[in-house]
Antibody, heavy 120, light 110 residues
Framework: QVQLVESGGGVVQPGRSLRLSCAAS????????MYWVRQAPGKGLEWMSV????????FYADSVKGRFTISRDNSENTLYLQMNSLRVEDTAVYYC?????????????WGQGTLVTVSS | QSALTQPASVSGSPGQSIIISCTGT?????????VSWYQQHPGKAPKLMIY???NRPSGVSNRFSGSKSGNTASLTISGLQAEDEADYYC??????????FGGGTKVTVL
């Protein structure tokens, strides 16, 4: 079955960096666009970044553009999010999610999330 | 892209039906039949409940149904059960080719 397992979260000081990983299994990872979606404590869902199935295109929400970098290793079935210049407002649970697209558009599988806390 | 508008909370008694609305614009909800709904229990990941406005994934109870009229989509939960108590988020494809989420609705079973 499809599994997405995030890791790499933790407590970090403002201005520092962190790299999240999302290990995928149970499906052909290289065939799917992948998203990072975050959820601040007590708040709603907010998409952060997307990378196309082959890594050819990447897009970012304005709130993280220039600070976060999404990447993937299709040979290792792993999605990454490099987060630099972290701010207190980046504190959130970060989920990786598989996108179903084509003649549709929805997230059919989500990881369990990894908590990032930015605090001095 | 502004978040889609959902009521903060909706409640109902067991067995009743409730409706959660999700209002956007012609650039998202009104422009595409790509509205999806997610259920999230506390401390858990979101779970897909409805996609493409009204389609249910395999394994999701037929007590959940979706619809859309103009710029507003709706999720109906029929025969409300205690296990339905959770947060619900709508999402839509947008003219920017990215998703937008609603602010979330807390469903309480009285």
């Amino acid at each position: 079955q499809v599994q997405l397992v995030e890791s790499g979260g933790g407590v970090v000081q403002p201005g520092r960096s962190l790299r999240l990983s999302c290990a995928a299994s149970g499906f052909t990872f290289s065939s799917y666009d992948m998203y990072w979606v975050r959820q601040a404590p007590g708040k709603g869902l907010e998409w952060m970044s997307v990378i196309w199935y082959d890594g050819s295109n990447k897009f970012y929400a304005d709130s993280v553009k220039g600070r976060f970098t999404i990447s993937r290793d299709n040979s290792e079935n792993t999605l990454y999010l490099q987060m630099n210049s972290l701010r207190v407002e980046d504190t959130a649970v970060y989920y990786c999610a598989r996108l179903r697209t084509g003649t549709t558009f929805y997230f059919d599988n989500w990881g369990q999330g990894t908590l990032v806390t930015v605090s001095s | 892209q502004s978040a889609l508008t959902q009521p903060a909370s909706v409640s109902g008694s067991p067995g009743q039906s409730i409706i959660i609305s999700c209002t956007g614009t012609s650039s998202d909800v009104g422009g595409y039949d790509y509205v999806s709904w997610y259920q999230q229990h506390p401390g858990k990941a979101p779970k897909l409940m409805i996609y493409d406005v009204s389609n249910r994934p395999s394994g999701v109870s037929n007590r959940f149904s979706g619809s859309k009229s103009g710029n507003t989509a709706s999720l109906t939960i029929s025969g409300l059960q205690a296990e339905d108590e959770a947060d619900y988020y709508c999402s839509s494809y947008t003219s920017s080719s990215t998703p937008v989420f609603g602010g979330g609705t807390k469903v309480t079973v009285l």
